[in-house]
């Protein structure tokens, strides 16, 4: 009966009574419970089950909160359930990182004022976002990943000086470019309205291009 992955609650993102527009406000005003962040998710087959065999029977909560906090709706329900937060396995990438806070757990980073980023490890074991340029670095006969964010390519550089003043193509495609032909990076219109963070759709809607993507799959 386990459930495992990083857990938040409300606590973390600071003191709240609920009347405030705060990620805590939100959370306190929904009595989220403790809840594993969406970024990876571990549970036993039981639980796996359970939830299964609970939505047959009843409606389960699925609007207006995070699919993960209501997930965590449904998995407390099921008696003797085993909680374990995994922060430094489950982490954001630390190039996404932001100012540690004094008081939480060491190593946990931004989610509305909290860091979840951790340094890559032989431990980790889902590392958010996943950008195509991350993707495209990942080693998958070893499972990992190099720490360091390469520079951004002239290409890169180039386009994002001109975004504000114009919006990037919405294919992926190749572009020429000193030293050979370059990939050129997607645009927003692949994933957007997607929710959450656009790099987490990148590889799915741009690449892949599935279809199912409210942007069209560009």
């Known amino acids: 009966r386990l459930y ?54 009843l409606p389960l909560k699925r609007s207006d909160v995070p699919a993960d906090v209501a997930f965590a709706y449904w998995v ?3 008696e003797g359930l085993e909680t374990q937060t995994r922060h430094w396995q489950f982490h954001e990438h630390p190039a996404d990182g932001s100012t540690f806070i004094e008081g939480v757990l060491p190593g946990l980073g931004d989610v509305g004022g909290v860091d979840l980023s951790q340094p890559l490890s032989a431990a980790s074991i889902v590392v958010w976002p996943m950008t195509r340029r991350r993707w495209m670095r990942f080693d998958a006969e070893t499972c990992t990943l190099p720490d360091v964010e390469p520079p951004a390519t002239k290409l890169e ?44 759709w990148q590889l799915v809607c741009c690449d892949l291009r599935w279809e199912r993507c409210w942007g069209g799959g560009a």
Not at 10 to 37: E, I, K, M, Q
Not at 45 to 52: I, L, T
Not at 172 to 194: F, I, K, L, N, S
């Open 157 to 200: 550089a180039a386009r994002a000086q001109e975004a504000p003043k114009e919006e990037a193509p919405s294919t992926a495609g190749e572009v020429e470019g000193q030293g050979g032909v370059v990939a050129a990076p997607p645009g927003p219109d692949c994933w957007r309205g997607m929710g959450g963070r656009p790099e987490a």
């Open 76 to 78: 407390h329900t099921m």
């Open 4 to 57: 495992l992955g990083c857990l938040l609650d409300h606590t973390l993102f600071g003191n709240c009574g609920g009347r405030g527009s705060t990620r805590c406000d939100y959370l306190w005003r929904r009595r989220a419970p403790l809840f594993v962040h969406g970024m990876g998710i571990l549970i036993s087959a039981d639980v796996a089950r359970f939830v299964q065999e609970m939505a047959q029977e």
